[in-house]
Protein backbone atom coordinates (compact mmCIF):
# COMPACT_ATOMS: atom_id res chain seq x y z
CA UNK A 1 0.00 0.00 0.00
CA UNK A 2 0.84 3.45 -0.76
CA UNK A 3 -0.12 7.03 -0.07
CA UNK A 4 -2.63 8.06 -2.65
CA UNK A 5 -0.80 11.30 -4.01
CA UNK A 6 2.77 10.86 -3.73
CA UNK A 7 2.60 7.18 -3.94
CA UNK A 8 4.79 6.80 -0.42
CA UNK A 9 4.96 2.91 0.66
CA UNK A 10 3.28 2.29 4.25
CA UNK A 11 4.39 0.53 7.32
CA UNK A 12 2.08 -2.71 7.43
CA UNK A 13 1.78 -4.55 10.67
CA UNK A 14 4.15 -7.01 11.72
CA UNK A 15 6.66 -5.27 9.58
CA UNK A 16 10.20 -6.52 9.90
CA UNK A 17 13.00 -3.92 8.98
CA UNK A 18 10.68 -1.36 9.58
CA UNK A 19 13.42 1.62 9.73
CA UNK A 20 14.27 0.39 6.02
CA UNK A 21 10.71 1.65 4.90
CA UNK A 22 10.76 4.71 7.25
CA UNK A 23 14.10 5.73 5.44
CA UNK A 24 12.49 5.25 2.49
CA UNK A 25 9.28 7.54 3.26
CA UNK A 26 11.75 10.04 4.05
CA UNK A 27 14.08 9.87 1.40
CA UNK A 28 10.73 10.13 -1.18
CA UNK A 29 9.64 13.22 0.60
CA UNK A 30 12.69 15.07 0.52
CA UNK A 31 12.88 14.40 -3.31
CA UNK A 32 9.02 15.62 -3.59
CA UNK A 33 9.91 18.81 -2.11
CA UNK A 34 14.01 19.31 -2.88
CA UNK A 35 14.73 17.74 -6.02
CA UNK A 36 15.34 18.80 -9.37
CA UNK A 37 14.33 17.42 -12.54
CA UNK A 38 16.07 18.15 -15.92
CA UNK A 39 14.56 17.61 -19.24
CA UNK A 40 16.00 18.72 -22.89
CA UNK A 41 13.27 19.39 -25.51
CA UNK A 42 12.58 18.36 -29.11
CA UNK A 43 8.92 18.00 -29.19
CA UNK A 44 6.36 17.03 -26.21
CA UNK A 45 6.90 15.27 -23.28
CA UNK A 46 5.35 13.37 -20.53
CA UNK A 47 6.20 13.00 -17.09
CA UNK A 48 6.54 9.52 -15.52
CA UNK A 49 4.14 9.32 -11.84
CA UNK A 50 7.28 8.56 -10.64
CA UNK A 51 9.20 12.01 -12.29
CA UNK A 52 6.30 14.46 -11.10
CA UNK A 53 6.27 13.13 -7.35
CA UNK A 54 9.79 13.47 -6.55
CA UNK A 55 11.11 16.36 -7.98
CA UNK A 56 9.71 19.57 -6.89
CA UNK A 57 11.28 21.58 -9.89
CA UNK A 58 11.47 20.84 -13.35
CA UNK A 59 13.98 22.23 -15.70
CA UNK A 60 12.91 22.49 -18.95
CA UNK A 61 16.06 23.30 -22.32
CA UNK A 62 16.14 22.83 -25.52
CA UNK A 63 17.58 19.89 -27.06
CA UNK A 64 19.70 19.57 -30.02
CA UNK A 65 18.47 20.64 -32.44
CA UNK A 66 15.63 22.33 -30.24
CA UNK A 67 12.50 22.33 -31.08
CA UNK A 68 10.52 23.91 -34.22
CA UNK A 69 8.01 26.07 -32.21
CA UNK A 70 6.38 25.60 -28.46
CA UNK A 71 6.48 22.33 -26.75
CA UNK A 72 4.15 20.76 -24.72
CA UNK A 73 4.88 19.60 -20.67
CA UNK A 74 2.25 16.50 -19.92
CA UNK A 75 2.18 15.84 -16.52
CA UNK A 76 -0.02 12.67 -14.67
CA UNK A 77 -3.76 13.37 -13.51
CA UNK A 78 -2.69 13.98 -10.00
CA UNK A 79 -2.70 16.72 -7.38
CA UNK A 80 0.88 18.29 -6.93
CA UNK A 81 2.40 21.67 -6.88
CA UNK A 82 5.48 22.17 -8.21
CA UNK A 83 7.72 24.60 -9.69
CA UNK A 84 8.79 24.75 -13.67
CA UNK A 85 11.54 27.13 -15.43
CA UNK A 86 11.26 27.37 -19.43
CA UNK A 87 14.61 27.58 -20.53
CA UNK A 88 13.10 26.46 -24.28
CA UNK A 89 13.42 29.20 -26.86
CA UNK A 90 10.03 29.10 -27.16
CA UNK A 91 6.69 28.80 -25.42
CA UNK A 92 5.99 25.69 -22.74
CA UNK A 93 2.42 24.53 -21.87
CA UNK A 94 1.76 22.69 -18.81
CA UNK A 95 -1.02 20.70 -18.73
CA UNK A 96 -2.74 17.00 -17.56
CA UNK A 97 -1.84 14.15 -19.43
CA UNK A 98 -4.81 13.81 -22.18
CA UNK A 99 -5.47 17.85 -23.12
CA UNK A 100 -8.10 17.97 -20.55
CA UNK A 101 -8.86 21.07 -18.07
CA UNK A 102 -6.89 24.12 -18.16
CA UNK A 103 -3.21 24.87 -19.14
CA UNK A 104 -0.38 27.17 -18.60
CA UNK A 105 1.41 28.80 -20.96
CA UNK A 106 5.34 29.68 -19.75
CA UNK A 107 7.16 32.14 -22.17
CA UNK A 108 10.62 31.31 -23.28
CA UNK A 109 13.79 32.25 -20.80
CA UNK A 110 11.02 32.72 -17.51
CA UNK A 111 12.08 32.41 -14.62
CA UNK A 112 10.40 29.88 -11.88
CA UNK A 113 7.16 29.47 -11.41
CA UNK A 114 4.88 27.84 -8.94
CA UNK A 115 2.36 26.10 -10.70
CA UNK A 116 -0.49 23.64 -8.91
CA UNK A 117 -2.46 20.70 -10.92
CA UNK A 118 -5.57 19.13 -8.82
CA UNK A 119 -5.56 16.24 -11.53
CA UNK A 120 -7.32 17.88 -14.41
CA UNK A 121 -6.28 21.62 -14.21
CA UNK A 122 -3.12 23.17 -14.30
CA UNK A 123 -3.08 26.65 -12.95
CA UNK A 124 -0.33 29.24 -11.93
CA UNK A 125 0.24 30.39 -8.22
CA UNK A 126 1.57 33.60 -8.81
CA UNK A 127 4.65 32.37 -7.24
CA UNK A 128 7.93 32.40 -8.59
CA UNK A 129 10.85 34.47 -9.23
CA UNK A 130 9.48 35.54 -13.40
CA UNK A 131 8.46 34.32 -16.47
CA UNK A 132 5.18 35.79 -18.45
CA UNK A 133 2.28 33.28 -17.69
CA UNK A 134 -0.75 32.63 -19.41
CA UNK A 135 -3.81 30.29 -17.73
CA UNK A 136 -5.44 28.78 -20.71
CA UNK A 137 -8.96 27.57 -19.81
CA UNK A 138 -10.53 25.17 -22.45
CA UNK A 139 -12.63 27.49 -23.10
CA UNK A 140 -10.64 30.22 -24.58
CA UNK A 141 -8.67 26.87 -26.49
CA UNK A 142 -12.22 26.55 -28.51
CA UNK A 143 -15.27 28.81 -28.00
CA UNK A 144 -18.58 28.01 -29.28
CA UNK A 145 -20.66 25.16 -29.35
CA UNK A 146 -20.74 21.30 -30.90
CA UNK A 147 -23.75 19.38 -31.15
CA UNK A 148 -24.93 16.23 -32.55
CA UNK A 149 -27.29 13.40 -33.19
CA UNK A 150 -27.68 10.54 -30.65
CA UNK A 151 -30.72 8.90 -32.22
CA UNK A 152 -31.93 8.50 -35.97
CA UNK A 153 -34.59 11.32 -37.69
CA UNK A 154 -36.90 10.04 -39.92
CA UNK A 155 -38.23 8.50 -42.21
CA UNK A 156 -39.80 11.77 -43.12
CA UNK A 157 -40.22 13.87 -46.43
CA UNK A 158 -38.03 16.57 -47.24
CA UNK A 159 -40.13 18.11 -49.95
CA UNK A 160 -40.24 21.23 -48.64
CA UNK A 161 -37.11 21.65 -46.60
CA UNK A 162 -36.67 19.58 -43.11
CA UNK A 163 -34.65 21.45 -40.28
CA UNK A 164 -32.45 18.57 -38.68
CA UNK A 165 -32.76 17.88 -34.74
CA UNK A 166 -29.96 17.40 -32.04
CA UNK A 167 -30.20 16.23 -28.92
CA UNK A 168 -26.62 16.12 -27.67
CA UNK A 169 -24.33 19.04 -26.87
CA UNK A 170 -20.46 18.01 -27.08
CA UNK A 171 -19.60 21.32 -26.10
CA UNK A 172 -21.26 24.99 -25.26
CA UNK A 173 -18.74 27.21 -24.53
CA UNK A 174 -21.42 30.32 -24.21
CA UNK A 175 -24.98 28.64 -24.34
CA UNK A 176 -25.23 28.95 -27.83
CA UNK A 177 -27.62 25.82 -28.42
CA UNK A 178 -30.98 26.47 -28.70
CA UNK A 179 -32.85 23.00 -28.21
CA UNK A 180 -36.39 24.44 -28.69
CA UNK A 181 -35.24 25.59 -32.30
CA UNK A 182 -32.57 23.08 -32.66
CA UNK A 183 -30.49 26.30 -33.73
CA UNK A 184 -26.85 27.75 -32.69
CA UNK A 185 -27.35 31.41 -31.95
CA UNK A 186 -24.63 33.89 -32.09
CA UNK A 187 -23.95 34.69 -28.22
CA UNK A 188 -23.34 38.53 -27.25
CA UNK A 189 -19.54 40.20 -28.51
CA UNK A 190 -19.25 37.44 -31.11
CA UNK A 191 -18.80 39.12 -34.51
CA UNK A 192 -17.10 36.36 -36.48
CA UNK A 193 -17.72 32.96 -36.32
CA UNK A 194 -17.31 29.64 -38.42
CA UNK A 195 -20.21 27.20 -38.94
CA UNK A 196 -19.66 23.64 -40.00
CA UNK A 197 -22.29 21.05 -40.06
CA UNK A 198 -22.31 17.12 -41.52
CA UNK A 199 -24.79 14.77 -42.19
CA UNK A 200 -25.54 11.16 -42.42
CA UNK A 201 -27.91 8.81 -44.13
CA UNK A 202 -28.72 5.27 -44.53
CA UNK A 203 -27.74 3.64 -47.34
CA UNK A 204 -30.93 3.11 -48.36
CA UNK A 205 -30.91 6.62 -49.29
CA UNK A 206 -27.81 7.45 -50.55
CA UNK A 207 -29.31 7.00 -54.66
CA UNK A 208 -31.53 10.24 -53.76
CA UNK A 209 -31.25 13.25 -55.42
CA UNK A 210 -30.75 15.51 -52.16
CA UNK A 211 -29.02 19.22 -50.68
CA UNK A 212 -27.92 20.04 -47.29
CA UNK A 213 -27.23 23.58 -46.71
CA UNK A 214 -28.00 26.14 -43.67
CA UNK A 215 -30.46 28.56 -42.66
CA UNK A 216 -29.93 31.80 -40.69
CA UNK A 217 -33.03 32.66 -39.22
CA UNK A 218 -34.99 30.35 -41.32
CA UNK A 219 -33.65 31.97 -44.34
CA UNK A 220 -30.86 31.83 -46.78
CA UNK A 221 -27.88 34.09 -46.71
CA UNK A 222 -25.02 35.32 -48.67
CA UNK A 223 -22.32 32.80 -49.08
CA UNK A 224 -24.48 29.68 -47.52
CA UNK A 225 -22.44 26.39 -48.22
CA UNK A 226 -25.04 23.78 -50.50
CA UNK A 227 -23.89 20.51 -50.95
CA UNK A 228 -25.74 18.36 -53.18
CA UNK A 229 -26.07 14.34 -53.89
CA UNK A 230 -27.35 13.67 -56.91
CA UNK A 231 -28.91 9.92 -57.39
CA UNK A 232 -26.35 7.53 -57.91
CA UNK A 233 -25.85 3.73 -57.14
CA UNK A 234 -23.36 4.59 -53.72
CA UNK A 235 -24.32 2.84 -50.88
CA UNK A 236 -23.52 5.56 -48.27
CA UNK A 237 -24.06 9.30 -48.29
CA UNK A 238 -21.71 11.32 -45.78
CA UNK A 239 -21.17 15.02 -46.34
CA UNK A 240 -19.94 18.08 -44.37
CA UNK A 241 -20.61 21.85 -45.43
CA UNK A 242 -18.35 25.13 -43.78
CA UNK A 243 -19.38 28.50 -44.27
CA UNK A 244 -15.88 29.65 -43.93
CA UNK A 245 -15.26 32.84 -41.57
CA UNK A 246 -18.47 35.11 -41.81
CA UNK A 247 -19.67 38.24 -39.77
CA UNK A 248 -22.42 37.96 -37.73
CA UNK A 249 -24.71 39.67 -35.28
CA UNK A 250 -25.77 38.30 -31.74
CA UNK A 251 -28.85 36.79 -31.70
CA UNK A 252 -28.68 35.49 -35.23
CA UNK A 253 -29.73 31.47 -35.31
CA UNK A 254 -28.04 28.90 -37.72
CA UNK A 255 -29.90 25.29 -38.54
CA UNK A 256 -29.01 22.66 -40.92
CA UNK A 257 -31.58 21.99 -43.23
CA UNK A 258 -31.87 18.83 -45.95
CA UNK A 259 -34.36 19.04 -49.20
CA UNK A 260 -34.88 16.20 -51.37
CA UNK A 261 -37.45 17.31 -54.23
CA UNK A 262 -40.02 14.27 -54.97
CA UNK A 263 -38.22 11.73 -52.25
CA UNK A 264 -40.00 10.47 -49.23
CA UNK A 265 -39.49 8.65 -46.24
CA UNK A 266 -35.71 10.05 -45.64
CA UNK A 267 -33.51 8.88 -42.50
CA UNK A 268 -30.92 10.91 -40.92
CA UNK A 269 -28.99 8.72 -39.32
CA UNK A 270 -27.08 9.62 -35.59
CA UNK A 271 -23.58 8.81 -36.32
CA UNK A 272 -21.80 11.31 -38.58
CA UNK A 273 -24.80 14.14 -38.08
CA UNK A 274 -23.34 17.39 -36.25
CA UNK A 275 -23.63 20.88 -36.05
CA UNK A 276 -21.11 23.42 -34.97
CA UNK A 277 -20.37 26.80 -34.40
CA UNK A 278 -17.10 28.14 -33.13
CA UNK A 279 -16.33 31.44 -32.39
CA UNK A 280 -13.33 33.30 -34.08
CA UNK A 281 -13.43 36.87 -33.03
CA UNK A 282 -15.17 38.77 -30.38
CA UNK A 283 -15.50 42.70 -29.95
CA UNK A 284 -13.07 41.87 -26.84
CA UNK A 285 -10.79 40.74 -29.41
CA UNK A 286 -10.64 43.36 -31.47
CA UNK A 287 -11.43 45.90 -28.71
CA UNK A 288 -9.82 43.94 -25.49
CA UNK A 289 -11.36 45.91 -21.93
CA UNK A 290 -8.77 48.44 -20.17
CA UNK A 291 -9.04 49.42 -16.62
CA UNK A 292 -7.34 52.54 -14.97
CA UNK A 293 -6.32 51.55 -11.58
CA UNK A 294 -5.69 54.82 -9.11
CA UNK A 295 -4.73 54.33 -5.30
CA UNK A 296 -4.23 57.32 -2.66
CA UNK A 297 -2.98 56.09 0.50
CA UNK A 298 -3.93 58.32 3.20
CA UNK A 299 -6.07 61.08 3.08
CA UNK A 300 -6.20 62.61 0.27
CA UNK A 301 -4.87 66.59 -0.12
CA UNK A 302 -8.62 68.72 -1.10
CA UNK A 303 -9.48 70.62 -4.25
CA UNK A 304 -6.05 68.90 -5.79
CA UNK A 305 -5.17 66.58 -9.05
CA UNK A 306 -4.87 63.58 -7.27
CA UNK A 307 -4.53 61.42 -10.05
CA UNK A 308 -3.20 61.68 -13.82
CA UNK A 309 -3.21 59.17 -16.45
CA UNK A 310 -2.09 59.60 -19.54
CA UNK A 311 -2.70 57.36 -22.60
CA UNK A 312 -0.36 55.59 -24.66
CA UNK A 313 -3.00 53.99 -27.07
CA UNK A 314 -5.97 55.17 -27.66
CA UNK A 315 -8.68 53.93 -25.07
CA UNK A 316 -12.18 54.92 -24.95
CA UNK A 317 -13.82 55.35 -21.26
CA UNK A 318 -17.62 53.92 -20.77
CA UNK A 319 -20.44 56.16 -20.97
CA UNK A 320 -21.63 56.98 -17.75
CA UNK A 321 -18.53 55.20 -16.25
CA UNK A 322 -20.48 51.67 -16.81
CA UNK A 323 -17.99 49.13 -14.97
CA UNK A 324 -16.01 51.98 -12.84
CA UNK A 325 -15.02 51.18 -9.26
CA UNK A 326 -14.55 53.18 -6.04
CA UNK A 327 -13.62 52.72 -2.53
CA UNK A 328 -12.54 54.64 0.56
CA UNK A 329 -11.69 54.23 4.02
CA UNK A 330 -13.98 56.64 6.22
CA UNK A 331 -16.63 57.70 3.81
CA UNK A 332 -18.05 60.75 3.97
CA UNK A 333 -20.07 62.20 6.99
CA UNK A 334 -21.33 65.06 6.44
CA UNK A 335 -23.02 64.89 3.24
CA UNK A 336 -21.54 63.45 -0.24
CA UNK A 337 -18.19 63.91 -1.58
CA UNK A 338 -18.21 64.37 -5.56
CA UNK A 339 -14.78 63.92 -7.30
CA UNK A 340 -14.47 65.34 -10.64
CA UNK A 341 -13.32 62.92 -13.36
CA UNK A 342 -11.69 65.25 -16.25
CA UNK A 343 -9.97 64.88 -19.51
CA UNK A 344 -6.71 66.84 -20.62
CA UNK A 345 -6.08 67.90 -24.12
CA UNK A 346 -2.81 70.31 -24.54
CA UNK A 347 -3.02 71.55 -20.35
CA UNK A 348 -6.54 71.94 -20.39
CA UNK A 349 -8.59 70.10 -18.50
CA UNK A 350 -13.00 69.56 -19.28
CA UNK A 351 -14.79 67.67 -16.87
CA UNK A 352 -16.47 64.34 -18.33
CA UNK A 353 -18.43 63.12 -15.05
CA UNK A 354 -18.74 62.15 -11.12
CA UNK A 355 -17.61 59.63 -9.05
CA UNK A 356 -19.97 60.41 -6.26
CA UNK A 357 -19.81 59.09 -2.40
CA UNK A 358 -22.93 59.54 -0.37
CA UNK A 359 -23.53 60.60 3.30
CA UNK A 360 -21.63 57.83 5.19
CA UNK A 361 -20.18 57.25 8.39
CA UNK A 362 -19.12 53.64 7.49
CA UNK A 363 -15.76 52.71 8.01
CA UNK A 364 -15.59 51.31 4.21
CA UNK A 365 -17.52 53.45 1.54
CA UNK A 366 -18.11 51.94 -1.75
CA UNK A 367 -19.06 55.16 -4.52
CA UNK A 368 -22.82 55.56 -4.64
CA UNK A 369 -23.43 57.61 -7.90
CA UNK A 370 -21.35 57.73 -11.74
CA UNK A 371 -22.18 59.64 -14.05
CA UNK A 372 -21.01 61.57 -17.33
CA UNK A 373 -21.84 65.19 -18.58
CA UNK A 374 -22.77 63.79 -21.64
CA UNK A 375 -24.47 60.38 -22.50
CA UNK A 376 -21.64 58.62 -24.68
CA UNK A 377 -18.70 57.21 -24.00
CA UNK A 378 -15.46 59.40 -24.41
CA UNK A 379 -12.06 58.69 -26.23
CA UNK A 380 -9.11 59.31 -25.37
CA UNK A 381 -6.47 59.63 -28.23
CA UNK A 382 -2.74 58.96 -27.53
CA UNK A 383 -0.94 61.36 -25.27
CA UNK A 384 -4.13 62.75 -23.54
CA UNK A 385 -4.98 62.20 -19.87
CA UNK A 386 -7.37 61.38 -17.47
CA UNK A 387 -7.87 63.64 -14.41
CA UNK A 388 -9.50 62.47 -10.69
CA UNK A 389 -9.73 66.09 -8.96
CA UNK A 390 -10.60 66.08 -5.24
CA UNK A 391 -13.21 68.24 -3.85
CA UNK A 392 -12.51 71.66 -1.49
CA UNK A 393 -14.27 69.11 1.69
CA UNK A 394 -12.98 65.22 1.62
CA UNK A 395 -14.45 64.82 4.76
CA UNK A 396 -12.82 61.55 6.92
CA UNK A 397 -12.00 59.67 3.58
CA UNK A 398 -8.71 58.03 2.95
CA UNK A 399 -7.22 55.13 1.22
CA UNK A 400 -9.43 56.21 -2.07
CA UNK A 401 -9.17 53.74 -4.74
CA UNK A 402 -10.46 53.92 -8.29
CA UNK A 403 -10.85 51.64 -11.31
CA UNK A 404 -12.21 53.40 -14.05
CA UNK A 405 -13.60 50.87 -16.92
CA UNK A 406 -13.08 51.20 -20.51
CA UNK A 407 -11.74 49.87 -23.98
CA UNK A 408 -8.79 49.97 -26.20
CA UNK A 409 -10.19 51.35 -29.50
Not at 96 to 110: E, H, N, Q, T
Not at 119 to 125: D, L, P, W
Not at 216 to 239: E, Y
Request: some cysteine; aromatic content about 6%.
Amino acid sequence: MASPILGIPDLVTLQKEKVDTVNQQRDLLEAAGQDVLDLSFDADKTLTAAEFNQNQVIRCTDSAPPPTGGVTLYVPANKRDFTVKNDITDDLTVRVVGDVGSAVILADGGGLVTLYSDGTNVESSGGGSGGVVRNVTVESLFRGAHVRKSVNQGPFDPDPAVTLTFNTVDLDTASIFNDTNDSLVVPSGAIKVRIKAAISLNSSDASDDILFSLEKDSATFTGVPISRHAASSSNVLSTQIDTGVIEVTAGEEFTATILAVGETSITVTAAGTWLEMEIIETDEDVFPPEEIHFFQHGAPATSDDLFVKVFNRRTTINDALAGTEARAIGGANGGSVVYDVGRGIAGTVTKIGDITFADTTGADAAHSALSTVASQPYVFEVGEYLVITSPADVQSMADISFDIAGFRS
